[in-house]
């Protein structure tokens, strides 16, 4: 790690929004990513083989590494935002944010897990009750397996995947509104590197690591969003969910988003995630009034508490006493979505935080999406559930076809069922627009020196390469590729996130405005101990001091004698 010093910690002027492209990161970006697609299309026999050998020898050998670093991502967060830090502002001292609150919230659900909100908010809890996780010893269909699958759902979609978010986002808000530095991850490695190797060709191995989780992760959650309308069409209209209908469905999504990604971030981001949350709230309320509302009132309480009560043990279960494909399946791989996620949703929530303090952009980042999508999957699953469980709907059936069935066949079950599946499909096709045009923008932003404003070209380059990733992952393995994919490239990049902490942290402790290092509480405490061995200490001084005085008397007495 490099000695010098990092810059002053004084707040400076934002990056040039507009910055021309780096020909080496595009270049060398594209070609690998490139290059990866032909492999799993011209050889997608050993593009298989070379995956899954991959996939079980890091999930053997580094599972536990998951496990570990998104625990200190989440007590790092809590830690820095109800400490001293939590009051340093992400710009100029009085700076206001740039966004109101509800587009802050609506653009960071929107870009941080809509399209996995909807393809998972029903497949996942009715799937841990039908098949509850080893470790809960739970028997398949009874009360403790109900709760257990909300359980677990909160446990991978709420705190958790956040703090993830939350870290990376804080330190690019704070590198590029704090410092004035670029809108890319190697600016927030400067208290490490220094800052002429964050311009070297160091930093530009930390972003092309970002934008190779970026593609992967992104192409993961489009390829789930490509499943899952392809099914709503076959089961609302009829029309069979074929891969031919898949690929399809992302060339013409993929259009809607080059036409998003034209008109900017204040414009299409903006208009489509805001009509995201209308949409969920209006989903949500009619499942909430039209299905087994007192249930889902009942499961609110006792599963956030069963939560709460059982996070420690989830959070710490590695494949050592546990049953490790199912870790692999689930956890472990929720783990490295999130973290091949990060760059991604990460820079995108540091680029409409500017204004914020640290405090309000952890918290808000934290809580809030959080409690949305405990809400979520308490309505949804939790109706699903209830309606399996008293054989009002055979939910089973559809969750054997696959976790992208489950929601329509518990609103199949419901009244309206062809208006409200058709309002889910819209949803999952806004979702996809609105993710890949921020992970689109993100990647251009990390491939333009950190401009806040790349250019749409390559902006728009990079989304139809993420789009043919998807496409040819769905050719090659469906669901199971999609998933490996995402664990291979997310290894590396926890190192890089664990190294971020140590960046952020050395950074956030020579702002000024952090203020004084030690709680109050903690200096009355330092002032006892410090009292103390005081006395302890001069105490011991006078002792010494009163035997050498004897001694020297004693001495004296002798030689006069």
């Known amino acids: 790690m490099s000695s010098e010093p990092s810059e002053p910690s004084q707040y400076a002027p934002a990056p040039p929004r507009t910055e021309p492209p780096d020909r080496i990161l595009v270049t060398v970006g594209m070609a690998a990513v490139a290059g990866v697609v032909l492999w799993a299309w011209l050889g997608e026999d050993s593009f298989g083989s070379a995956s899954s050998s991959s996939l079980a020898w890091v999930l053997d050998n580094f599972g536990w590494l998951f496990v570990v670093a998104a625990d200190v991502f989440l007590v790092l967060c809590l830690v820095i935002a109800f400490g001293r830090f939590g009051r340093i502002r992400l710009g ?13 919230i609506a653009m960071m659900f929107s870009a941080g897990m809509g399209i996995g909100l909807m393809f998972y908010g029903v497949g996942e809890p009715l799937t841990h009750f039908l098949e509850p996780p080893p470790a809960s010893g739970a028997r398949a269909g009874s009360g403790p397996a109900a709760r257990t699958a909300l359980e677990y759902s909160f446990f991978h979609w709420t705190l958790t995947p956040w703090a993830i978010y939350g870290i990376v986002g804080l330190a690019l808000a704070y590198a590029v509104f704090r410092k004035g530095r670029g809108n890319r991850l190697s ?37 789930l969003g490509a499943l899952q309308v392809a099914e709503g069409l076959d089961l609302t209209f009829g029309v069979d969910a074929t891969l031919s209908l898949e690929l399809i469905i992302i060339a013409a999504l993929s259009a809607g988003f080059v036409a998003s990604a034209f008109s900017g971030l204040h414009r299409g981001i903006k208009w489509l995630s805001t009509l995201n949350i209308v949409l969920v709230a209006a989903l949500t309320a009619f499942v ?3 299905g ?12 956030v508490g069963g939560y709460l009560q059982n996070l420690l043990p989830m959070a710490t279960r590695t494949g050592a006493f546990s049953d490790q494909a199912w870790l692999g399946a689930w956890t472990i791989f929720y783990w490295a979505w999130w973290l091949s996620w990060a760059p991604f949703v990460g820079t995108f929530i540091a680029r409409i935080s500017h204004g914020r303090t640290i405090r309000e952009f952890l918290i808000g980042v934290l809580l809030v999406p959080s409690g949305a ?60 627009i609105t993710s890949a045009d921020s992970a689109s923008l993100v990647m251009g932003s990390l491939t333009s020196r950190g401009a806040l404003q790349p250019s749409s070209w390559l902006v728009v380059t990079w989304g139809v390469l993420m789009a043919a990733v998807a496409a040819v992952l769905l050719i090659v393995g469906g669901l199971d590729s999609l998933q490996t994919a995402t664990i291979l490239v997310a290894l590396p990049f926890v190192v890089v996130m664990m190294l971020l902490c140590w960046a952020l942290l050395r ?16 200096h009355g405490l330092t002032d006892i101990v410090r009292t103390m061995v005081g006395d302890v200490v001069a105490e011991r001084d006078r002792t010494r001091h009163h035997r050498l005085r004897r001694a020297a008397k004693s001495k004296a007495d002798t030689d006069e004698t």
């Not at 100029?92 to 802050?104: K, Q, R, T």
């Not at 087994?292 to 599963?303: E, G, I, K, Q």
């Not at 939910?395 to 069922?417: C, R």
């Not at 956030?508 to 509480?521: C, E, F, M, T, V």
Request: glycine fraction near 10%.
């Open 292 to 303: 087994p509302t007192v249930y889902v009132l009942d499961t609110l309480p006792a599963s």
């Open 288 to 290: 909430f009034v039209a």
């Open 373 to 432: 999508t405990v809400i979520w999957f308490c309505v949804m699953g939790g109706s699903a559930i209830r309606l399996q469980s008293t054989g009002e709907a055979d939910l089973a059936s559809s969750v054997d076809k696959g976790a992208e069935a489950a929601l329509f066949g518990m609103l199949d079950a419901l009244p309206i069922g062809a208006l409200t599946s058709f309002v889910s499909m819209v949803l999952v096709m806004t979702y996809f």
């Open 92 to 104: 100029e001292d009085g700076s206001e944010p740039e966004f109101g609150n509800l587009a802050w």
């Open 187 to 223: 600016a927030a490695f400067v208290p490490l590197i220094g800052a002429r190797r964050a311009d070297g060709w160091q930093g530009k191995v930390i972003d092309l690591l970002a934008v190779f989780a970026t593609v992967f992760g992104t192409a993961t959650s489009l390829g």
């Open 507 to 522: 950074e956030l402790g020579l702002d000024p405005s952090a203020g004084p290092l030690r709680h109050p509480a903690l």
